[in-house]
């Protein structure tokens, strides 16, 4: 066969041709045993029992990533054709760049005290099929790769800013594609404009053209609004801290007390030692296995968390970011007692989750504009982005249903 051609749902037909080296490359590495893998890591974790369409991959999203990494330099290439050296490490690159993920992705990480691109680079540098696949390539180009995804560095700065930066390709087809599942409607962006405007700065640096600078401040506000919306919705909250709190309750019980299969031993107790193997064999498929065991068989305070989760009887998330520190803390006394009082074990069903969130970070590598004489940061060009730039504090108190009546009187008190 003289190529290969992937379906997508997003971008339509994505096209590989075998006489490309750099395509042929990345078919390789789509073919290896941990890229298959992420067809079996939800991109968005526990989003699903909350956005019933959120089911798709991590294997979906990389495809999709490669693809506007391709047609990225496309853009960039007739004017800085120097570029095209690196189109091997940029596609290993933008398709390897999630392939550190552990079960639920995100969620994952916090689950289980994982850093996704510690893993990847790790992964890239050691697995002798990835390995040998981009050393084959070209001599050095797997710790290129490796360093590109765990530490952000690589000698050019376009290529690296491709697959990390504010504007880069991660981003551009998470936020489409994540709010295409969900049914977010806002989360559509001007995807050609963006391309076409994308330009080099005399640094070398990727900017972009004055006349992408309305796509760009809608790309912005999209992020912000998938954040709000989705990323952060209050449900998908609650799914991650009855997700950490299982995986803390099963650490603390034990082996002694907890079942668990050989690698998710590992994954529980030894994790400081964990193995390539023992890494890739963990996924949604064996997480979710366990989690149904423990529903059946657990202690009550572990098999209580993995009921909630599996039959979907979550817990309640109130928004509390408009109090001040002091009364968010007496909210959480209040619903502990309040939960204590109806039965419950406070520890395993109340909690004060806060964060803090921006749409746009002007000094984490931030956007720039280009015109030919005049390099701008974007944000002290658009108000829009400026304003984007502030953070913005998020807190909810979690309780059980049963005891939202009295918490709201307490709390319109």
């Known amino acids: 066969m003289s190529g290969r051609t992937y379906h997508d749902p997003l971008h339509g037909a994505i096209r590989l041709e075998r006489s490309d080296p750099a395509e042929a490359l990345a078919i390789a590495l789509i073919d290896t045993a941990p890229f298959q893998r992420l067809r079996r890591i939800r991109q968005l974790g526990p989003a699903y029992l909350t956005f019933h369409g959120a089911e798709f991959s991590r294997f979906t999203h990389s495809l999709g990533v490669l693809h506007l990494a391709r047609l990225a330099l496309a853009q960039l290439a007739p004017h800085h054709p120097e570029l095209l050296e690196h189109r091997g490490v940029l596609y290993a690159a933008a398709l390897l760049h999630d392939v550190g993920h552990g079960p639920l992705s995100h969620s994952g990480e916090e689950m289980y005290g994982l850093n996704h691109e510690a893993w990847s680079g790790r992964l890239v540098r050691e697995h002798p099929q990835l390995r040998g696949l981009l050393e084959s390539h070209a001599e050095g180009c797997a710790d290129a790769v490796a360093d590109l995804l765990e530490h952000g560095r690589y000698p050019v700065q376009a290529i690296k ?78 799914c991650n801290w009855l997700l950490r709190r299982l995986i803390s309750v099963a650490r603390q019980l034990g082996p002694g ?35 149904e065991r423990w529903q059946e068989e657990g202690p009550k305070e572990l ?72 390099l701008q940061a974007l944000e002290q060009r658009s108000p829009l982005v400026h304003s984007l730039s502030e953070p913005a504090q998020l807190a909810w108190l979690i309780h059980p249903a049963e005891v ?5 009187r307490f709390l319109d008190s």
Not at 183 to 208: E, F, H, M, W
Not at 282 to 288: V, W
């Open 257 to 291: 007390r907890v079942w668990a299969d050989a690698v998710m031993g590992r994954w529980l107790w030894e994790r400081g030692s964990l193995d390539l193997a023992s890494f890739l064999a963990n996924d949604d498929i064996r997480t979710g296995y366990h989690l």
């Open 303 to 374: 098999a209580d968390p993995c009921r909630r989760l599996l039959e979907r009887r979550l817990l309640k998330a109130t928004d509390v970011a408009s109090r001040d520190r002091g009364s968010q803390l007496e909210l959480l006394a209040q619903a502990r007692t309040l939960a204590s009082q109806a039965g419950f074990d406070p520890d395993g069903c109340c909690a004060l989750e806060q964060r803090q969130t921006r749409g746009y970070h002007p000094y984490a590598g931030g956007l720039r504009l280009w015109d030919g004489r005049t």
């Open 404 to 408: 939202a009546p009295k918490l709201r």
């Open 161 to 238: 800013a491709l697959v990390s930066s504010q504007l880069d390709c991660d981003r551009l087809d998470y936020l489409q594609r994540d709010g295409y599942s969900t049914g977010a409607s806002y989360g559509r962006l001007d995807l050609q404009r963006i391309l076409a405007a994308l330009t080099l700065a005399p640094d070398g640096a990727l900017a972009v053209q004055p006349k992408g600078l309305m796509a760009v401040e809608h790309y912005l506000v999209v992020r912000n609004l998938m954040y709000r919306s989705v990323y952060n919705h209050r449900l998908n909250v609650v």
